[in-house]
């Protein structure tokens, strides 16, 4: 059920009529639970009890958790993740393993093979398992007390807004929300509303937009010039912040209809000076995961210069392959990866330079973002095309390495620019004024109500899915 | 390419837009919902006005149809085809004006007639074509297809949430969809609430202007539609199993199991009168109906039961064994249901003495 759709306008519409009738907050989670069940089961409903079997095994070990020795809870923290881990690995990575190690193998000049598997990849698997381990981890660590409701558990793992896509939501983060009675409260409510109407404009009118652009070009590479595969390049750059900054504000919003916060997951990711900048301003909640439940039991910055290197690398490496299965995504990261221990080292060595430079002046700054996003956008060829090979070609091509024939198509690289820096700019409301309280009200909600409106007109009637639903 | 930089322009506005709103004050939730209303309904009305003065109308080949038959302005008396796909494949508009045709008198033969034109969506259009057309026609044929008369939001179905579907969704449109919804050919509840929900989308989408900018071209574009021009055929059959499925079709006198019984249906019945008064309001006064021969049986029972339940209008049944023994080859046939070249014209040879015959023209 795509939030952009008459469905989940219906879905959402139901579900907040019934829950803010119901008058016990114990039936209310259990009516958000079954609406999310029911949500889930729109795509598929076998793999509701997958998600079943991934939250009784968080339950279950959150439970033993707190009643064991320590010793033992070492035990029943590894078997809970792996367990995770393992029906992640499964449905995601089998056959990606399976053709990798055959082809390997072929290589070597051994025999043997993996059967390769018809296996559907469960929708938002990656999300509602890595609920699941920041759940027992959180335990273990004692951030959080094991829940005795089963149904705070369950809704945690499968609540709707965040299932699909996230944000990644800690359970040090909406645990507590669970347990405290939640009155409808006006002001959430017109912030969730408004939240969802900018994640509709983001994702309906731009990123929508901005797809007709790029996915003509990137379907048929061959047949488009060097010039038109940078403009998909940078369509496809704009479309994915806004698909998924949108797809994430409509999450955050729906969650605060019924009275429940999310962190942010997005804060202008595009004008970061550093690829460490990006990752705290991109898909936030993946990346502090990453931080908090990889980077950091891996070593963290602790250790030589080497070994935090090392930690970066296999932190974003690992972050690449949980967007997909393919080598695509491992380059990614790594790109990524590269990135940050790039810019390790250069905040390392820049006080050691002969010469004195204000590094924080507004004209570095700029070249810094220049090249940040430079770089970033090399990492989103590798992510949007289909192979290694196809995304190195695009790269070259673009960089006048080769000839590269075909039609041309309009240069929308400075309007697309113009409306992310446009975004990115006055989205942190340096240009917002204070205006008398009694107009205030009027002009907001009439300006998101006529914003609305140009948007609908303007939007393509045809939606594209989220991108980050196929993760 | 060049209209989506205009929209990326407009969306820059948009986007500036939503970070410049003030933050609204917390509370009052009832204000901000009506503010927002007030909003929204404002702006549906100014982009009313602006398409209206811009005269931007939607794109697709049922809006260049139209303009075809509206640009028609000759003082032949025209010849209006009211049909879908079966009609635009099954009948030579230029050989069944020379059938009508004399030395005396010369006619032109128009179709309103497209590829899964619903009865809905030929409403729609056919009040549109009367709206703006220099001359009136002077006879108006209706085509008979079962198919369309027992399902008549099946094309809404097939093309959900198409500009298509969307652009013909208007208030009178969704009143006769619901209409049939209402009757008693719907099979069961839950079919009835999608339904009503779809329309209701439909509506919604075309009253809130949803997608259309996107899907828009000024009403002075430049025109190239041909009405002339048809697919080329696809599909073979043998020669001989052309023989069987039409001597079969023939033989058929049960409609498909999933038809009402009664023929026309009351919302069918309703429908094509609500159509004849509103050309009658143009001063049309002569309307006959016709079939164009099908392999497949149910539509040829359908058509003699529906003639045999007009018996005021002159209907034709294109079922005539002599027709039907010219109509024996694979290329006489695009499909099952649709004629293609010899077979094509023979039959409209054929409609147009029949018309003659029956002494329908004016």
């Given amino acids: 059920m795509n939030f952009v759709s008459f469905e989940f306008l219906g879905f959402l519409g139901a579900v907040y009529l019934f829950h803010w009738v119901l008058p016990q907050e114990r039936a209310r989670k259990w009516l958000l639970t079954l609406a999310s069940y029911l949500f889930y089961a729109a795509w598929d409903w076998r793999f509701c009890l997958l998600m079943l079997f991934v939250t009784v095994n968080a339950f279950v070990a959150g439970y033993l958790l707190s009643s064991l020795e320590r010793s033992e809870r070492k035990l029943i923290l590894a078997a809970s993740i792996g367990i995770d881990l393992a029906v992640l690995a499964f449905f995601k990575y089998y056959n990606f393993f399976a053709i990798n190690a055959a082809a390997a193998l072929a290589d070597l000049g051994l025999p043997g093979s993996l059967p390769a598997l018809q296996i559907v990849l469960p929708v938002g698997i990656s999300f509602y398992t890595f609920h699941a381990i920041s759940y027992v981890v959180d335990i273990y660590r004692g951030k959080v007390l094991p829940e005795t409701s089963f149904v705070n558990v369950a809704l945690y793992i499968s609540f709707f807004p965040q299932l699909i896509a996230g944000p990644i939501v800690r359970a040090t983060f909406i645990m507590p929300q669970m347990q405290r009675r939640r009155p409808f409260s006006r002001s959430q409510q017109a912030m969730g509303i408004r939240l969802l109407l900018r994640g509709f404009i983001y994702k309906a009118v731009i990123a929508d937009m901005l797809a007709q652009v790029a996915d003509p070009v990137f379907a048929h590479l061959d047949q488009y010039d060097a010039h038109a595969l940078l403009t998909a390049v940078v369509a496809f750059y704009g479309q994915i912040y806004f698909d998924f900054a949108g797809y994430s504000s409509m999450a955050i919003g729906t969650a605060r209809l019924f009275g429940y916060r999310f962190p942010r997951n997005f804060d202008y990711p595009y004008r970061s000076a550093s690829v460490t900048e990006f990752w705290r301003r991109w898909h936030m909640s993946l990346s502090f995961w990453l931080r908090d439940y990889v980077y950091i039991p891996l070593g963290g910055n602790r250790g030589g210069r080497l070994a935090v290197y090392r930690n970066l690398m296999t932190t974003m490496l690992l972050g690449g392959l949980w967007h997909g299965a393919a080598w695509n995504y491992v380059i990614w990261g790594l790109l990524h990866g590269f990135g940050l221990c790039a810019n390790k080292a250069w905040v390392a060595l820049r006080p050691r330079l002969p010469v004195s430079v204000n590094w924080q002046s507004s004209g570095w700054r700029a070249v810094a973002i220049i090249f940040t996003q430079l770089w970033i956008m090399v990492g989103w060829v590798f992510f949007r095309c289909d192979s290694i090979a196809e995304a190195n070609s695009v790269l070259g091509s673009i960089a006048g390495l080769y000839p590269h024939p075909g039609a041309a198509i309009v240069p929308l690289e400075p309007l697309i620019v113009l409306i992310i820096a446009i975004d990115h700019t006055l989205g942190s409301g340096v240009l917002r004024r204070s205006i008398p309280r009694r107009w205030a009200q009027a002009l907001s909600w009439g300006g998101i109500g006529m914003l609305f409106a140009f948007g609908l007109a303007i939007m393509p009637l045809v939606q594209r899915p989220f991108i980050y639903f196929q993760f | ?362």
């Fill in chain 2, 1 to 362: 390419m060049a209209k989506i930089a205009y929209f990326l322009a407009l969306s820059s506005l948009i986007i500036a837009g939503c970070h410049l709103l003030p933050r609204a004050p917390p509370g009052r939730l009832m204000a901000a919902c009506l503010f927002l209303v007030i909003g929204f309904i404002a702006t549906q009305g100014l982009l009313s006005g602006t398409i209206s003065a811009l005269g931007l109308v939607p794109r697709g080949p049922l809006r260049e149809l139209v303009e075809y038959l509206t640009d028609y302005d000759d003082d032949r008396p025209v010849v209006l085809l009211v049909g879908s796909s079966f009609t635009q494949q099954g009948v030579d508009l230029d050989l069944l004006a020379e059938t009508l045709g004399n030395s005396d008198r010369s006619i032109a033969v128009l179709p309103l007639a497209i590829g899964g034109l619903s009865h809905l969506e030929r409403l729609y259009y056919l009040k549109e074509y009367l709206a703006h057309a220099k001359r009136m026609p002077r006879l108006v044929l209706f085509e008979i297809a079962g198919g369309y008369d027992n399902g008549p939001l099946f094309q809404l179905q097939q093309m959900r949430f198409s500009d298509r579907m969307v652009a013909m969704m208007d208030g009178g449109t969704a009143w006769w969809a619901f209409r049939w919804l209402l009757g008693e050919d719907v099979p069961g509840s839950t079919t009835r609430i999608v339904l009503a929900g779809e329309i209701l989308a439909h509506l919604g989408l075309h009253l809130c202007h949803v997608g259309f900018l996107w899907n828009s071209t000024p009403a002075d574009h430049p025109r190239n539609y041909d009405p002339r021009a048809l697919p080329p055929k696809a599909q073979h059959f043998t020669d001989d199993e052309v023989a069987s499925f039409v001597e079969r079709a023939t033989r058929t006198r049960d409609l498909r199991a999933d038809w009402p019984q009664t023929v026309p249906t009351n919302w069918m019945r309703a429908l094509l009168e609500a159509e004849m008064s509103t050309l009658r309001e143009h001063g049309i006064e002569r309307f006959a109906f016709y079939s164009v021969p099908s392999m497949q049986g149910d539509n040829v029972a359908y058509a003699r039961r529906f003639c045999m339940a007009m018996p005021d209008f002159t209907c034709i049944v294109g079922e005539d064994p002599q027709l039907l023994a010219g109509l024996q080859r694979d290329i006489d046939w695009y499909d099952f249901d649709h004629l293609h070249g010899e077979g094509r014209r023979l039959y409209t040879r054929w409609l147009g003495d029949r018309l003659l015959a029956q002494d329908v023209l004016p």
